[in-house]
């Protein structure tokens, strides 16, 4: 008796028996799933949607004068704003326009100077 021949003897004898129902039925099927929801939710949904609103909020207070770093690196000072494009002089007598969107953050010097000293 060859390997394939046993193993369609077996499936076949599990098929005729039919399968076992799940002791809670439904119910029991769902709760696994409504619980790996819950867990992404908590667990990555809401933290993005507060970095988001923290983004938001950053955008919509950024003003003249402010140092602000890009997302794609350029550190700036901001030195005109309209709705969408803020420019920025990034060094003496070059401006450059960026979205607003673009803007990664604020830097704060004060820090930034602070933090050098205590690495010296």
Do not use: C, W
Request: net charge positive.
């Amino acid at each position: 008796m060859n390997i394939f021949t046993m193993v369609y003897a077996v499936g076949t004898a599990y098929a005729q028996q039919g399968s076992p129902q799940p002791a809670g039925g439904g119910l029991a099927a769902i709760i696994p799933l409504v619980f790996m929801i819950l867990i992404f939710y908590f667990l990555i949904i809401r933290p993005q949607q507060k970095r988001q609103k923290e983004h938001r909020n950053m955008l919509a207070n950024l003003k003249k004068g402010d140092q602000v770093i890009t997302q794609g690196g350029l550190i700036g000072t901001i030195t005109g704003l309209t709705e969408s494009v803020v420019t920025l002089e990034v060094a003496d007598n070059v401006k450059v326009k960026v979205q607003r969107a673009y803007i990664a953050g604020v830097m704060n010097p004060s820090k930034d100077k602070e933090q050098s000293k205590d690495k010296e």
